[in-house]
């Protein structure tokens, strides 16, 4: 299972920088029957004059105030005398170059009503404002939003990936991510419904320490005299997973109260948003399993030296991990 692991760090070597998971967050809210104010929160991420120009589409709309804002954050109000009262309204993210993988939330307040999210992929640059949601949108919208952060949060899978390497046989594995599971949904729940929570900034910084211990535990146990007793660690892999697994699941649960919680479905969403970073979870596991098999079936001598390659993935993870530690230790303090 480790001699593959090499082709997966280069591919994370070129994400040396901590991800950016959280979305472009818009809120639609409706003042009165005529008045809507637009407000947006881009991530730093983008450079500066690249952000999205963020307005709202309705034949009967017109900006009366902001129509020239701009930056990571800003607003425009809208005057609507509506005619049409069938004309949809949309929101608009119009990107001067391209989109760069950034997701959108555009959350719509009602005057009168509960609060709707709607998610939209990088590749939606016109976004549909619905007037309702139900159980099953609301299902959809957060097992992708699940998926898609568990996807491009490569500091939780670079963890992961220390995990496979630390468990080695899949029933070990099958245990270890269970553990995993298990802990970080604990702490997911606690800190999204406010039970419980932590600073976003130590929580990055643990994150990164986390991954840290376990590259360094990796070259300790791969160095060690023969005959030499592995570590606890190294034994009993789910107590790694789990202890840790609590601290990233307070990292998971800073991008679920950065996306909200529907006000009359909390607990249908939080599930579902857990769901979806298990299946991406599982989709990543998957793929590296099966990027092994092919890599030992056409390159025989990859399994020869598979202590080396095994050492040369684990330097890169400790690195940029390290790095991460360093930038958000800066940050923090």
Known sequence: MRTAFLAMALLFSSWAVADEARPVYV??????????????????????GQEPYIKLQHPDCRVVDGANAAGLIGRRLYQCDIQDPDAAFALVLDYPQSNPALTSLIVFKPFEAEPIQVFSGPEKTKVDIPVSTSASAVAKQYTVAGIEHILIGTDHLLFVLCLMIIAGSFKRLLLTVTGFTIAHSITL??????IFRLPTELVELLIALSIV???VEIIKHNRAEAGAAPSFTWRYPVSASSAFGLLHGFGFAVVLQELGLPAAMKVH??????IGVELGQLLFIAAVLVLIFILMRSIPAANRHRVVLVEAVVYVVGITSAYWLFERFAVLF
């Open 189 to 194: 729940s606690l800190a999204t419904l406010d």
């Open 269 to 274: 969403a939080l599930l579902f948003f857990n």
């Open 27 to 48: 809120e639609v809210v409706e003042n009165n029957a005529s008045q809507f104010l637009v407000k947006w929160k881009v991530p730093p991420v983008m450079p500066a």
């Open 213 to 215: 211990l376990l590259a």
